[in-house]
């Protein structure tokens, strides 16, 4: 009999890492993963975008020569539950896939108050870059980054930033508390210490000028003034004076730097998991496609050491707690490239594509990249180029070469394509509406490409495989939800075969079936108590059979439990 194991990693106690042995879906316990047990509180890191980059690179290559790997694919991800889903963690919990979250929910995403209170005490300023910004403490001494849309595309990236925040929080992923805020410039003072001035330089008719609240030799003094003419002259104003923000509240905990997309955080003991085998890393390639996410790296992840109440007194003791790992910066998805709108190309190549410059090589400039001839017609500039014309959810790309995104296979794909199709028109309607757009055909015009893009990324992963989720006994039947004919329709078909008759155990059974449910037949006998003894379970694997006649290129697998007591069956793992 074909026998179904997960592994399951913990830890067993604090600062030991420990694996439990392979499981067997009927002997597995769902529970929060142990990866949040106390730790000594790490080392901050630093972000290495060259050491993703190579990684990254590198992880692209190994696949392209691994013969096996283009025969077999890639290995099932570590972390994957009986049901092929994920258990609550420090780096994911269920959510709207789960339970359906309210349309206000959505709106307000993980905001837990109405934004920065006034007056704002201006910490620290980003004066170098395209995007500028600086960090408030509000009147409720809470910590903020504001950051600011392109002069010319006003509304663009803080509107795509809360609108993916809010999704991506919906979905189950840590993320920050993102707002969109006017704020008057009148609320805004210099913190002002002496011993440690608030100082930042500005560019004065080329020429570097050093700008600080306690001036010393060859600096000038930094005040409202200048902070204004420098930084806040430059955006738009609404018609009483204030200007659009985004304002970001600093995440819960202490900062410990990214996490990488691949390989394990050695200074953290409850990180056992290669992330690149992480399931909810892998299934973010629907999400990050879906949303047009196209700056999935390392340098937008954050580990956040959550001090545990526990930890010791005094300033030189030890903190203890865990790491929760969080999705930051999405100020480059949906129509936005942060400081400019997406193009084409945006989705449908890596920034730098080895396979692209091959090709253009070979064919000596020949061979036209598909996105080169799209059109991307007229879009509105404070939502920027976000359309269905240029999306493959089979093929989407990142900036970067992402090893987790990489590794996904055709079950962490419909793993987070369910997190995509979660989301009715009513919840991204929602969504849309926290993103405050002053026009409301350009929120048509997102809203419109939210919900094809959606589609059609349900539409190609849930064909990847039976897409047959919730699976039950109703009646002595198995029963599933056919996730296609909920959200696309059709003629429901199925073809079935179950290897335990209960005649005679050792011969497989199989039929088809209109409905979504499988006849289950009772064993004959009463079936050996030995929770270890295989006669105990039985296997059914379901194909979906889908308008078109075409029949699902794998099948839906569902292990069951015979109960003689009670002469039922009861469903103790699936996988699709």
């Known amino acids: 009999m074909t026998r179904f194991a997960v592994l399951f990693l913990a830890l067993g106690a604090a600062g030991a890492c420990a694996s439990y042995p392979n499981v067997e879906p009927w002997e597995y316990e769902p529970r929060p993963m142990a990866d949040t047990l106390a730790i000594v509180e790490p080392e901050e890191t630093a972000e290495s975008l060259i050491y993703s980059q190579v990684h990254g690179f590198g992880e692209g290559v190994a696949r392209g020569l691994n013969v096996r790997r283009h025969l077999s694919g890639p290995p099932d991800a570590w972390n994957a539950d009986p049901f092929d889903g994920v258990v609550n963690s420090a780096w994911f919990t269920n959510r709207n896939a789960r339970r359906a979250l309210t349309p206000e929910e959505i709106r307000r995403g993980p905001q837990t108050g109405t934004g920065p209170v006034a007056p704002l005490t201006v910490t620290s300023i980003k004066a170098e870059g395209i995007s500028p910004g600086f960090n408030v403490t509000d009147a409720q001494d809470q910590r903020w980054i504001f950051k600011f849309d392109p002069p010319e595309f006003n509304e663009l990236a803080s509107g795509a930033e809360v609108v993916a925040t809010n999704l991506f929080w919906a979905a189950g992923y840590y993320t920050p508390e993102n707002h969109i805020h006017y704020f008057d410039p009148a609320e805004l003072v210099l913190e002002d210490d002496p011993e440690d001035p608030l100082e930042v330089e500005f560019v004065e008719d080329s020429v570097v000028v050093a700008y600080s609240t306690n001036p010393g030799e060859d600096e000038r003094e930094l005040t409202l003034d200048v902070f204004r003419r420098h930084v806040l002259d430059r955006y738009p104003t609404t018609q009483d004076g204030r200007i659009r923000a985004l304002a970001s509240k600093f995440l819960e905990g202490v900062p410990k730097g990214p996490f990488e997309y691949i390989g ?267 929770p270890d003894d295989d006669e105990r379970y039985a296997e059914v694997n379901v194909w979906k059979v889908f308008g078109d006649g075409e029949e699902a290129p794998r099948p839906a697998t569902f292990w069951l439990d015979w109960n003689p007591d009670r002469r039922t069956w009861r469903v103790v793992g699936a996988r699709y």
Not at 451 to 477: M, Q
Not at 483 to 491: K, S
């Open 264 to 530: 394990v955080r050695l200074d953290d003991p409850n990180d056992v998991i290669p992330h690149e085998h992480r399931r909810e890393l892998r299934g973010l390639y629907s999400m990050a496609a879906w949303l047009n996410h196209t700056d999935v790296k390392a340098g937008n992840s954050l580990d956040m050491f959550i001090v545990s109440p526990r930890s010791p007194e005094g300033e030189d003791a030890p903190q203890i707690g865990y790491l929760r790992h969080n999705l930051i910066d999405f100020g480059s998805a949906l129509g936005s490239s942060a400081v400019r709108p997406h193009t084409a190309r945006h989705g449908n190549e890596y920034q730098f594509d080895a396979g692209a410059i091959l090709l253009r090589t070979l064919t000596l400039g020949a061979y036209e990249r598909p996105w080169q001839d799209m059109d991307e017609g007229e879009y509105p500039p404070s939502i920027g180029y976000y359309s269905i014309a240029n999306y493959n959810p089979a093929d989407w790309r990142s900036n970067m070469l992402n090893p987790a995104l990489i590794n996904r296979t055709a079950r962490d794909g419909y793993w987070g394509a369910k997190l995509v199709m979660s989301f009715t028109d009513a919840q991204l309607d929602a969504a849309v509406a926290a993103g405050q757009y002053s026009d409301p055909a350009a929120a048509a015009y997102l809203l419109r490409g939210l919900k094809e893009r959606r589609d059609a990324t349900g539409r190609y992963w849930f064909r990847e495989v039976s897409p047959l989720d919730a699976p039950r006994i109703e009646s002595g039947a198995l029963a599933f939800d056919d996730l296609w004919t909920r959200h696309f329709g059709g003629p429901a078909g199925y073809r079935w075969q179950f290897d335990f008759d209960p005649a005679d155990p050792d011969i497989e059974v199989g039929g088809s079936a209109v409905q979504p449910s499988i006849p289950l037949p009772a064993p004959v006998g009463p079936l050996d108590d030995d």
